[in-house]
């Protein structure tokens, strides 16, 4: 349930952003979530209209990318995507450099 509270605070994000830069209106928002968060885009889709209306979203269309998880392993220097919590190259422990990540890519505004 945490993608009502995630998608209330979008909307101020761009509230915020409309004051600063004088823009009435966000036609789209351009979203990176990693695959890591647990934010469902489906979900912050749905509670968008209940939580834009009367504002400077009000009728925009959220644009989602997911980001995959990306790792890096000391060990060996490999660096890319893994599904487990081991170097798929060389089974070492890995860091994980990309997955996590939830921001604002862009936004479409009039």
Known sequence: ??????TQNLVKIC?????REGFRRVVEIHL???AMTGI???AL???????SGDTV???????????????ECPTCGYSGEAEGFECP??????????????????LAVE
Do not use: N
């Open 1 to 6: 349930m945490h993608e009502l509270a995630t």
């Open 15 to 19: 509230e915020d952003a409309a004051a």
């Open 32 to 34: 990176s979530i990693g």
């Open 40 to 42: 469902i885009p489906q």
């Open 45 to 51: 889709e749905e509670f968008f209209p209940y939580v």
């Open 57 to 71: 979203c009000e009728g925009a269309r959220i644009v989602s990318k997911i980001l995959p998880v990306r790792v």
């Open 89 to 106: 190259r060389c089974g070492g422990g890995i860091r994980l450099t990309q997955g996590r990540e939830f921001f604002v890519d862009s």
